[in-house]
């Protein structure tokens, strides 16, 4: 679960910085990293797309461990799930829309190529993308905390309040 998690900070800094650079490169009319701007919009797109994806199959992915988990074992609160799922009620808005503003100015930078439309259509694209990309990465951020906290709990690796067992326990029972 942790490679993941790390996975996808990693992969949210890199698509950060790269569509950071594409909209400069776009601004300034130059490229970076030896490739033009239409390359690197389309090396930043993959990787964006491919992190997006990763974040949406990571909660997906957790969520049937928890129902596996609370099914094989008795006794444990259903309430783990109801909140897994609150947690992706929460998420998938915010990551939904980014990935589809970021893919359409992709695509409106094509057009802005063929001098099909105007260049201030592509870059209010961008400015919109950079402003929900830093949303969802707040949200994104907090779901995997409160996800994580989820399944310590869980497991009993801590408590309601993220304390370990022994920091959470009653001190009158010792």
Same mark, same amino acid.
């Given at each position: 679960m942790y490679i993941f998690m790390y996975l996808i900070y990693i992969?949210?800094?890199?698509?950060?910085?790269?569509?950071?650079?594409?909209?400069?490169?776009?601004?300034?009319?130059r490229g970076f990293l030896g490739m033009n701007h239409p390359t690197?919009?389309?090396?930043?797109?993959?990787?964006? &797309? @491919?992190?997006?994806?990763?974040? $949406?199959?990571? !909660?997906?992915?957790?969520?049937?461990?928890?129902?596996?988990?609370? #099914? =094989?074992?008795?006794?444990?609160?259903?309430?783990?799930?109801?909140?897994?799922?609150?947690?992706?009620?929460?998420?998938?808005?915010?990551?939904?829309n980014v990935t589809l503003v970021v893919m359409v100015t992709f695509?409106?930078?094509?057009?802005?190529?063929?001098?099909?439309?105007?260049?201030?259509?592509? &870059? @209010?694209?961008?400015?919109?993308? $950079?402003?929900? !990309?830093?949303?969802?990465?707040?949200?994104?951020?907090?779901?995997? #905390? =409160?996800?994580?906290?989820?399944?310590?709990?869980?497991?009993?690796?801590?408590?309601?309040?993220?304390?370990?067992?022994?920091?959470?326990?009653?001190?009158?029972?010792?």
């Open positions: 992969m949210s800094i890199t698509s950060l910085v790269g569509l950071t650079l594409v909209g400069l490169g776009g601004f300034l009319h690197l919009a389309l090396l930043v797109s993959v990787i964006f &797309l @491919a992190t997006e994806t990763l974040v $949406m199959f990571f !909660f997906v992915g957790t969520g049937v461990s928890i129902k596996e988990y609370i #099914r =094989d074992h008795a006794g444990v609160d259903h309430d783990f799930h109801r909140r897994s799922v609150a947690i992706k009620r929460v998420l998938y808005p915010p990551t939904l695509v409106i930078g094509g057009a802005v190529d063929r001098h099909l439309i105007s260049h201030w259509w592509h &870059l @209010a694209g961008w400015i919109i993308s $950079m402003w929900l !990309f830093l949303r969802a990465l707040r949200v994104q951020h907090r779901a995997l #905390r =409160d996800n994580t906290a989820i399944i310590l709990e869980m497991v009993g690796l801590s408590g309601p309040t993220g304390d370990t067992p022994s920091e959470s326990a009653d001190p009158e029972s010792s």
